[in-house]
C-alpha cells in the first residue's frame, strides 16, 4: 500500500509534466523489469523502486510514461525523457547496476 500510494504520487506528478494519462497503475514483482507501459495505458512498477532513491524511481516513471507517447526506445523516446530529467542517464546507469537480494 505503501509502495503504490507514493508511485501514484510520482506518476499522477510526471504525467502533467508530460502530457500524458494512464490508464491503470499495478504493482509487479518482475524478475527482470522495474516497470512496463502498455499500449492501452496500464502501467506496471516493480513494488522494490520503493526501496530505491527518489530520483531512480523518478527515471523509471518517467521512462513508463514516456512510453505512452513513444513505444520504443527511438530518439523521440529519450528526448522525451531528457526534457523532463536532463540527468537521465546517471540515474538509469545506477538503475541497472543494482542488484536485488532475494526477498
Known amino acids: 500500500q505503501q509502495a503504490l500510494a507514493l508511485f501514484t504520487a510520482r506518476m499522477t506528478h510526471y504525467a502533467a509534466l508530460l502530457g500524458v494519462r494512464h ?3 499495478k504493482l509487479s514483482q518482475a524478475g527482470t523489469r522495474w516497470g512496463s507501459a502498455s499500449s492501452k495505458g496500464v502501467i506496471r ?3 522494490r523502486l520503493v526501496q530505491m532513491p527518489d530520483d ?8 513508463e ?5 513513444e513505444m520504443n526506445h527511438g530518439k523521440r523516446f529519450w528526448a522525451l525523457v531528457e526534457q523532463i530529467l ?3 542517464r546517471q540515474h538509469r546507469f ?10
Open 23 to 25: 490508464q491503470t497503475l
Open 56 to 63: 531512480v524511481l523518478d527515471y523509471v516513471v518517467v521512462h
Open 45 to 47: 512498477l516493480h513494488w
Open 86 to 88: 536532463p540527468d537521465y
Open 65 to 69: 510514461l514516456a512510453h505512452l507517447r
Open 94 to 103: 545506477q538503475l541497472m547496476r543494482t542488484t536485488l537480494a532475494p526477498w
